[in-house]
């Protein structure tokens, strides 16, 4: 039977994990590789790394970082953050990641999901939106809003058309993070999750607000998301994807244990 | 232990090389010289993406060089695309013509039921006496990402469950193949990888 996924998520900012609130207010959290080892250890079925300082600051992504990631690990690995072009994403392939994440570059550069699909196939393109609802909008849900650069700028498109074309291009997976809940510990967006899933045929990762089991129990009944991700719960030692996977299975969600 | 790795330009061998490294395996890539299958001692060929890309194995020579290798009592294992190779062909490219080592056909996961591709962790069943999957527990979990599958049947070596069952690994003599990624499956992934390095030519030749 087809498991949920628990992806453990390395946030990196100037090569090391970092955690803040919406995106702001950083604190270190560790070396990459050891960090990414350790969640690999302790029954994370996947690791993203994201460069959350790549995409405003113009920088390429850490390629020697994902390269030390990568080296011991034998789980799925996903990387992030200032990958604009197909060359861009070709050079994080060969530093040993299993897939790319892109975000701003695809809004601006659609193609770019099909140009790296292509060459390295749909399953290795996941492409990641930043979502905050709408207050304004009648369906607040319905018309959640795309945003860009870490959050601060709305991109003037709605979330779930934007998966649906993403999808279109050939995307393998989507990864959603609310940017309303990023942060917070108070939950996964499930409505906002359970839209964009339902809208689309390939895997939706729901992110943003992870803080107890309950929230992923809910993302994964209620938001109908595939996998969930999370970064500042395992970060501190609040719990590691293990004791959540054991906490799951006896909610009776189908997770991969033993691990 | 030397291990030729066929490199086709379907998706990215770092992973697999990785995997082959850390278990004390020494790869060589091979992209379009079929003459050093010649010497080969064991192949793995790899792949993710399209079906259609098995195309440059033909126009390479390294079809025929390969079939002759298996003939010889090579050590083969065909990982996702890889594994899908070993049959008649895929719906994916019709056009395409696998090795039909294995008479069967690829498919589809029908539509409707579950999203597609299955990507994620699913368990395996183990009917029996597998040789590559030898130590690996029914029930033990490994990493898919496809919408292709080979049926099941008497060459099947593991079963797994996504909308319908579907041969998540084959094996007959020294030719195998495995759907699933097992460079990216944690230890059960590297177990199996470290059964495949086991096989040696002398014992099939």
């Given at each position: 039977m087809i498991t949920k996924r628990i992806i453990a998520c390395l946030d990196v900012h100037d090569g090391r994990v970092v955690k803040g609130v919406q995106f702001v207010d950083l604190i270190d959290a560790g070396d990459p590789p050891t960090q990414a080892a350790r969640h690999a250890r302790e029954g994370a079925d996947e690791i993203v790394l994201l460069d959350i300082t790549a995409t405003h600051q113009g920088r390429a992504t850490l390629?020697?970082?994902?390269?030390?990631?990568?080296?011991?690990?034998?789980?799925?690995?996903?990387?992030?953050?200032?990958?604009?072009?197909?060359?861009?994403?070709?050079?994080?392939?060969?530093?040993?990641?299993?897939k790319i994440s892109?975000?701003?570059?695809?809004?601006?550069?659609?193609?770019?999901?099909?140009?790296?699909?292509?060459?390295?196939?749909?399953?290795?393109v996941v492409v990641a939106i930043d979502a905050r609802r709408d207050p304004s909008a009648s369906d607040p849900v319905r018309d959640a809003q795309v945003f860009v650069q870490g959050g601060r700028k709305p991109a003037g498109r709605r979330v779930v058309e934007w998966a649906?074309?993403?999808?279109?291009?050939?995307?393998?997976?989507?990864?959603?993070?609310?940017?309303?809940?990023?942060?917070?510990?108070?939950?996964?967006?499930?409505?906002?999750?359970?839209?964009?899933?339902?809208?689309?045929?390939?895997?939706?990762?729901?992110?943003?607000?992870?803080?107890?089991?309950?929230?992923?129990?809910?993302?994964?009944?209620?938001?109908?998301?595939?996998?969930?991700?999370?970064?500042?719960?395992?970060?501190?030692?609040?719990?590691?994807?293990?004791?959540?996977?054991?906490?799951?299975?006896?909610?009776?969600?189908?997770?991969?244990?033993?691990? | 232990m030397r291990v030729t790795v066929i490199d086709y330009k379907a998706g990215n061998l770092t992973s697999v090389l990785k995997a082959l490294r850390h278990l004390g395996a020494d790869p060589e890539v091979v992209e379009i010289d079929a003459s050093r299958i010649e010497a080969a001692e064991r192949i793995v060929l790899p792949g993710v993406g399209h079906f259609a890309a098995t195309?440059?194995?033909?126009?390479?020579?390294?079809?025929?060089?390969?079939?002759?290798?298996?003939?010889?009592?090579?050590p083969f294992l065909g990982i996702c695309v890889g594994m899908q190779w070993l049959y008649a062909g895929s719906t994916e490219a019709s056009n395409q013509p696998g090795l039909a080592h294995f008479s069967e056909a690829c498919t589809r996961f029908p539509e409707g039921k579950e999203k597609i591709p299955h990507v994620g962790w699913n368990s395996?069943?183990?009917?029996?006496?597998?040789?590559?999957?030898?130590?690996v527990e029914p029930g033990e979990y490994v990493y898919f990402t496809?919408?292709?599958?080979?049926?099941?049947?008497a060459d099947t070596a593991a079963i797994t469950q996504y909308i319908e069952p579907f041969a998540a690994a084959v094996e007959r003599a020294n030719v195998m193949g495995v759907q699933f990624h097992p460079e990216k499956s944690g230890a059960t992934g590297l177990k199996i990888l470290r059964n495949f390095l086991a096989w040696n030519l002398k014992e099939t030749a």
């Open positions: 390629l020697d970082t994902v390269r030390r990631t990568a080296r011991e690990l034998f789980v799925p690995f996903c990387v992030g953050g200032g990958i604009r072009t197909a060359g861009d994403a070709a050079q994080v392939f060969e530093a040993g990641a299993d892109v975000n701003s570059a695809a809004l601006a550069d659609p193609m770019l999901i099909e140009a790296i699909g292509r060459s390295f196939g749909a399953q290795a649906r074309e993403a999808e279109d291009r050939g995307a393998g997976e989507i990864l959603l993070t609310s940017m309303d809940s990023d942060g917070t510990r108070a939950g996964f967006d499930c409505e906002l999750t359970a839209a964009v899933s339902e809208a689309v045929g390939i895997p939706v990762i729901a992110s943003g607000g992870a803080g107890a089991v309950a929230h992923f129990v809910d993302v994964f009944g209620r938001g109908k998301a595939d996998a969930a991700l999370a970064a500042s719960i395992f970060h501190f030692g609040i719990s590691s994807a293990r004791s959540l996977k054991q906490d799951l299975a006896r909610a009776g969600v189908s997770v991969r244990l033993p691990c | 195309q440059r194995l033909d126009a390479t020579g390294l079809t025929l060089a390969i079939r002759a290798a298996i003939a010889r009592g090579v395996l069943e183990v009917p029996s006496g597998s040789r590559l999957l030898a130590g496809h919408s292709y599958k080979a049926p099941v049947t």
